[in-house]
């Protein structure tokens, strides 16, 4: 009897060895997405996602030559920002800002430290990351 219940014991440590990758693979790191280059992107807020797991921006950058380009913002959950007293408010679309954050891995993205409004004033949704 001994013996079986080894072989089951073994037999759940080498499942748990080969699922471990999916498990940790369900909820990616800022890291693995987002480099540590800061950069910051001009232009207009053209949508907005409030939701979880992360809210999101999608700004209308516009060229000297006319050329528009569509970046993609990401910041934290919806619950983190309101639990921070962000609302829909200080993500108005038509809003003109310049949005500061993390490069993205991906083309067009980056990971959302503060966004400046054209009137100076700055909205930072997770000052303790920054």
């Given at each position: 009897?001994?013996?079986?219940?080894?072989s089951a014991s073994r037999i759940v440590s080498v499942?748990?060895?080969?699922?471990?990758?999916?498990?940790?693979?369900?909820?990616?790191?800022?890291?693995?997405?987002?480099?540590?280059?800061?950069?910051?992107?001009?232009?207009?807020?053209?949508?907005?996602r409030f939701v979880n797991p992360h809210a999101s921006?999608?700004?209308?950058?516009?060229?000297?030559?006319?050329?528009?380009?569509?970046?993609?913002?990401?910041?934290?959950?919806?619950?983190?920002?309101?639990?921070?007293?962000?609302?829909?408010?200080?993500?108005?679309?038509?809003?003109?800002?310049?949005?500061?954050?993390?490069?993205g891995r991906r083309e067009n993205t980056m990971y959302?430290?503060?966004?400046?409004?054209?009137?100076?004033?700055?909205?930072?949704?997770?000052?303790?990351?920054?």
């Open positions: 009897m001994k013996s079986s219940q080894i499942l748990c060895v080969l699922l471990m990758p999916a498990v940790l693979s369900a909820h990616h790191s800022t890291n693995a997405n987002f480099t540590q280059e800061i950069i910051s992107v001009e232009g207009v807020i053209e949508r907005v921006v999608l700004i209308n950058n516009t060229d000297t030559e006319g050329n528009e380009t569509f970046w993609l913002v990401e910041s934290g959950a919806r619950t983190t920002l309101e639990r921070q007293g962000v609302t829909l408010e200080h993500l108005e679309i038509g809003s003109k800002i310049t949005a500061t954050g993390r490069k959302l430290q503060k966004i400046i409004y054209e009137d100076g004033s700055e909205f930072i949704p997770q000052p303790e990351l920054n």
